[in-house]
């Protein structure tokens, strides 16, 4: 006499079959933080362009003096065409060789102090620069990113206040009466010749 035999699978055992192994979840999860490196690295970069897009001054990224990324404000400040630098050994292009040993102290020193070089530009032309340098994450490595302001029109407000100061200088020199300049306490902090001339030098000395 035949006898059936019925099974009856265990649906807990069947689930433990669709679920990952170890190695599996160790994997996605290697998976995912790539993923997510990419995306934060992408983000970064993104927010750098952005930001360096907007801003008035120049900004470049250089990673052993090869330049990596800069707006357009960097471009036109040298005179380059974008592609004429990007990927390239730039610094060696755009400042004065004496100013490339200042450059490499900065950047070993890790100073994020403003300090003044020589640039130059595409034509030739050399030009007061300051550079200021900043951290910052950009494609997944901390990269110095560097703010250049060029100080020629600076320069030249400097130099036409001190031509403007030496001019005014000779007008009181030469001036015949009485000039001098008193302080809060009484003290004359300035006499021209003429003053000198008839009532002695009154320099830091009270005058009422």
């Known amino acids: 006499m035949a006898t059936d035999v019925f099974t009856e699978s265990d649906p807990g055992r069947d689930e433990m079959k669709d679920q990952p192994t170890i190695e599996e979840l160790q994997s996605r999860i290697v998976e995912l933080e790539k993923e997510n490196s990419t995306l934060r690295a992408t983000a970064s970069e993104n927010h750098f ?19 990596l990324e800069a707006n357009k404000q960097y471009f036109r400040m040298f005179g380059y065409e974008r592609d004429e630098l990007i990927g390239k050994q ?27 070089i020589v640039g130059i530009r595409k034509d030739g032309t050399r030009f007061p620069l300051e550079i200021q340098a ?19 029109e600076r320069r030249k407000l400097e ?31 300035y006499a021209n010749p003429y003053f000198i ?3 002695g030098q009154p320099k830091d000395k009270p005058c009422y």
């Not at 610094?91 to 300090?115: D, H, M």
């Not at 900043?134 to 020629?152: A, P």
């Not at 100061?165 to 003290?187: C, K, T, V, W």
């Open 49 to 67: 362009e952005v930001m360096a897009e907007l801003s008035f001054e120049a900004i470049a990224i250089h990673e052993d003096g090869v330049l």
């Open 159 to 189: 130099n036409s206040l001190i031509i403007e100061q030496r001019r005014m200088e000779m007008l009181l020199e030469a001036f015949p009466g009485f000039i001098y300049l008193q302080a809060p306490d009484y003290s004359v902090r």
């Open 134 to 152: 900043r951290y910052t994450e950009y494609k997944g490595k901390r990269r110095r990113v560097g703010v250049l302001r060029d100080l020629s």
């Open 90 to 116: 730039a610094i060696t292009k755009t400042v004065a060789p004496e100013s490339l040993a200042k450059i490499k102290r900065q950047v070993k020193s890790g100073s994020t102090s403003a300090y003044e």
């Open 197 to 199: 001339e008839h009532y």
